[in-house]
């Protein structure tokens, strides 16, 4: 089977991570979605089971952790797990592509020890938590609770920053395209 790389985009809530990925999955054909497993609800008609995430009950994320489905899981807010499934990385490998993952801080910690220097970590940040704060409200998507909860975690998550292999700080988007192109294009040839 062919192993190929693994690169890695993680950030806090709000940096646009999804956004670059998305756009280097349009511009690298190389590069296949690693699809992550979530016991979170699907956000309005837009998500997709299969597409966007699997869409998994707790007692199927928990079966699935028992017999040992997934390189990494976590539970990212309360109620809410997520992982990566092995079958997502072979499936993406046995296709000869690259796999690219979208997934929070510590998800991408874990997928960087797990693959090793086959993978490029990748930290999107904003410039600054005010910035992040109103991108979130932005999106309509969250409560005064929710956005609180995301905020304090996103401060968190900013002190991993140097634990990554760069860093990409998402300002102008299209800046932020060409850059994690340029980055993810040389790894790839390396």
């Given amino acids: ?32 979605f690693s699809i992550s497993a979530s016991t979170r609800d699907k956000r309005g008609r837009s998500e997709t089971h299969g597409k ?4 998994l009950t707790p007692d199927e994320f928990k079966t699935k952790i028992d017999n040992n489905e997934f390189i990494e899981w976590e539970e990212v807010y309360e109620g809410n797990f997520y992982g990566t499934l092995k079958s997502e990385i072979d499936r993406i490998w ?5 796999v690219i993952f979208d997934v929070d801080v510590k998800g991408g910690l874990n997928l960087k020890q797990y693959f090793g220097d086959k993978a490029l970590a990748i930290f999107v940040k904003v410039t600054d938590i005010e910035t992040l704060s109103e991108r979130l409200k ?8 929710s956005l609180s909860r995301r905020l304090f975690k996103a401060k968190f998550e900013m002190s991993f920053e140097d634990k990554f292999d760069t860093t990409i700080v998402n300002e102008v988007l299209e800046t932020s395209f ?13």
């Avoid at 966007?52 to 869409?55: G, L, N, Q, S, V």
């Avoid at 046995?94 to 690259?98: C, E, I, R, T, V």
């Avoid at 932005?138 to 609770?145: A, F, K, L, P, V």
């Fill in 52 to 55: 966007d995430y699997h869409f």
């Fill in 178 to 190: 060409a850059e994690s192109e340029k980055i993810v294009s040389e790894f790839l040839n390396s």
């Fill in 138 to 145: 932005d999106r309509g998507t969250e409560d005064e609770q």
């Fill in 1 to 32: 089977m062919h192993e190929g790389k693994a690169i890695i985009f993680s950030a806090p809530s709000g940096s646009g991570k999804t956004t670059i990925v998305k756009h280097l999955l349009s511009k690298l054909p190389e590069l296949a």
């Fill in 94 to 98: 046995k296709s000869g592509k690259h």
